[in-house]
């Protein structure tokens, strides 16, 4: 089975700007050079007041840099519901708008901010099923994406609850909504949202239909915001139908035409396609290149991660030794497991793929014979109250270890552990055969599925 490719306060406007992972915005300036004139008009549905008195509605436009507030641009309507403002922010992007009356909050959306755009703004409250509306060319793309995407997570939930689904029911809806959003570009070339809908339309097929992915490639600028997210799956598409040569060909292409700011994660793609290839050695070399080049990005300390995993995590090489206890008291190492297939767990009882897959994770665990394999599962949970509240009535099976350390605990560090859940099999010698992160299950069950298909073989000739 396979891994299905995807979608009042201050909080809620911080979770705003970390969202939108096409923006630049949200990043703090002293200069805000990017200037948006608004007009629009705020009233009242006569069924809830017919004064006609329409003043004192406040509309801003905000950021937050580092945990403040920042107001790009604010107005108070007067008597007839009419503002007017001038909005000036650090970057070309997507900001929370927030409307208020009379100390409460009514409204948070979100504005789109284009230098030189000039937006309508235009609402009755209680706003009714078109919310607010704003007028531009920019903010009815983003509203063609969001509503694209929102129409995608209906249908997806559709077919999930209906019986009987098939992967090629999911199949066709994200196919079919590839092509909504490959189509806004038709109506808004060059705005916000046709940009990120064309890498998302990219980006949503691979896995499903590389030969997509690989026509709709060169067709998207390299200035696309989301132009990393698009080599990522790009290079993988890549991979499956013509192999890791082409895939890198494709890579040095991007490095070469990418925004500056883009290029450290460009090559972190290069290092992976190199470590795919088994080439160990050209991997080492350009996430090393990758640290003393772009030293502040946040890239490099990926970088530094991912070269201690080529240099000590890879398939073939001899696993990290450790000696722990188990949660019910008992000393459990690396030799005395030796003899045994050992998949060795690390996970965070509360993340919501761990859950999500501790059934089967259970069936598959439960499965294995004891004399050739063992199960040891570390939690990265420094509360042992939720650690123990995962065995609440339930038995789970394997070797579960607990610790006060959390993430700082040396079994973890020396794993390398960073993506929850991540799961190694280590073979009786005590040799790593791969490595799993995230929601990977299906992959280790059909490599342990293979081990003892072998094992079976060799014990029936054993026994001729």
């Excluded at 598409?237 to 060909?249: D, F, V």
């Excluded at 970088?303 to 990290?320: C, F, H, I, V």
């Excluded at 394999?373 to 009535?393: C, K, P, R």
């Excluded at 490595?435 to 059909?446: N, S």
Aim: aromatic share 8%.
């Amino acid at each position: 089975m396979r891994s299905f490719p995807s979608s009042r306060t201050i909080v809620a406007l911080g979770l705003l700007c970390a969202a939108l992972f096409v923006l630049n915005g949200c990043t703090g300036s002293d200069v805000y050079p990017v200037h948006s004139v608004v007009e629009g008009e705020l009233s009242v549905r006569a069924e809830i007041d017919s004064t006609g008195d329409w003043s004192g509605f406040r509309i801003s436009i905000v950021t937050q840099t580092d945990g403040d507030v920042d107001t790009l641009g604010t107005s108070t309507t007067a008597g007839n519901g009419r503002f007017a403002m001038d909005v000036f922010s650090p970057d070309e992007g997507v900001y929370p708008v927030i409307v208020e009356r009379g100390g409460a909050t009514l409204h948070i959306g979100e504005f789109v901010a284009v230098d030189g755009d000039s937006v309508s703004i235009r609402g009755s409250f209680p706003l009714g099923a078109p919310g607010l509306r704003i007028v531009s060319m920019e903010n009815a793309s983003w509203t063609a994406y969001k509503n694209a995407k929102a129409l995608h997570n209906r249908a997806m939930v559709d077919v999930i609850e209906s019986e009987g689904y098939t992967p090629e029911d999911l199949g066709r809806v994200v196919a079919q909504t590839s092509t909504i959003l490959w189509s806004i570009r038709n109506t808004y070339d060059g705005t916000i949202g046709a940009d990120i809908a064309m890498a998302e339309s990219i980006v949503m097929m691979e896995g499903w239909d590389d030969s997509i992915v690989m026509s709709r490639l060169p067709e998207i600028d390299f200035d696309n915001q989301s132009i990393v997210e698009v080599a990522r799956a790009a290079r993988r598409a890549i991979s499956r139908q013509e192999g890791q040569e082409s895939a890198l060909q494709m890579l040095e292409n991007f490095l070469q035409n990418v925004p500056e700011d883009k290029i450290p994660g460009i090559k972190a793609e290069i290092v992976i396609t190199y470590a795919d290839s088994g080439a160990v050695v050209q991997a080492v070399e350009v996430a090393t290149e990758l640290r003393r080049e772009h030293p502040e990005s946040p890239w490099a300390e990926w970088a530094a991660r991912a070269t201690y995993d080529l240099e000590n995590l890879q398939p073939g090489m001899s696993a990290p030794v450790f000696d722990v206890l188990s949660r019910d008291g008992l000393d459990v190492s690396s030799s005395s497991l030796e003899g045994k297939f050992l998949i060795l767990e690390f996970f965070d009882p509360a993340e919501q793929i761990w859950q999500r897959d501790l059934e089967i994770r259970d069936g598959i665990t439960g499965a294995l014979s004891e004399i050739m394999f063992q199960t040891v599962a570390v939690s990265v949970e420094a509360d042992m109250d939720i650690n123990e509240a995962l065995f609440d009535g339930a038995d789970h099976p394997g070797t579960f270890v607990f610790s006060t350390e959390g993430m700082e605990q040396s079994i973890v560090q020396n794993y390398n552990v960073h993506v929850l859940p991540t799961r190694f099999l280590i073979d009786p010698e005590g040799v790593i055969v791969a490595k799993y992160t995230g929601p990977a299950l299906m992959e280790l069950e059909r490599d342990l599925a293979s081990i003892v298909e072998s094992l079976n073989r060799i014990a029936e000739r054993l026994n001729e």
